[in-house]
Nanobody, 120 residues
Framework: QVQLVESGGGLVQAGGSLRLSCAAS????????MGWFRQAPGKQRELVATITTSGSTNYAASVKGRFTISRDSAKNTVYLQMNSLKPEDTAVYYCNAQEMRPFAGGVGYWGVGTLVTVSS
C-alpha cells in the first residue's frame, strides 16, 4: 500500500502565500501523475492542478497564474505553491497520486487532506 502525507496547510490572510507538500511512501512501484484537489464546505471536490512525470502541468482556471505545482520524482513528492490567496481558496486540499502496478493496473491514492483557510 502507498501512503500520501500532506503538510503545509494553515491560516493565512488574503493576498498571502502558502506552500503545500505531499510525500508518497510505502510499497511504491512507480508513481505516475500527481496532483492536488480541494473541497470547500458544501461543495464537491475539484481539481486544482496536476503534473505528469515529464513535468507537464494542468491548472484549474480559478488558480492559473497564482498557483504553481512542481514535483521531485526522486523523492515521490509533489508541491503546490499558492500565491495571492483569496478567501474562496479556503478548502481542504487533497494530494492525489496515480500508479500503474503490475497485474493490478491503474491505482489511485489520496492523502487525508490539509486545511487551508484564507481570511479576508
Amino acid at each position: 500500500q502507498v501512503q500520501l502525507v500532506e503538510s503545509g496547510g494553515g491560516l493565512v490572510q488574503a493576498g498571502g502565500s502558502l506552500r503545500l507538500s505531499c510525500a508518497a511512501s510505502g510499497n511504491i512501484f512507480s508513481i505516475d501523475d500527481m496532483g492536488w484537489f480541494r473541497q470547500a464546505p458544501g461543495k464537491q471536490r475539484e481539481l486544482v492542478a496536476t503534473i505528469t512525470t515529464s513535468g507537464s502541468t494542468n491548472y484549474a482556471a480559478s488558480v492559473k497564474g497564482r498557483f504553481t505545482i512542481s514535483r521531485d520524482s526522486a523523492k515521490n513528492t509533489v508541491y503546490l505553491q499558492m500565491n495571492s490567496l483569496k478567501p474562496e481558496d479556503t478548502a481542504v486540499y487533497y494530494c492525489n497520486a496515480q500508479e500503474m502496478r503490475p497485474f493490478a493496473g491503474g491505482v489511485g491514492y489520496w492523502g487525508v487532506g490539509t486545511l487551508v483557510t484564507v481570511s479576508s
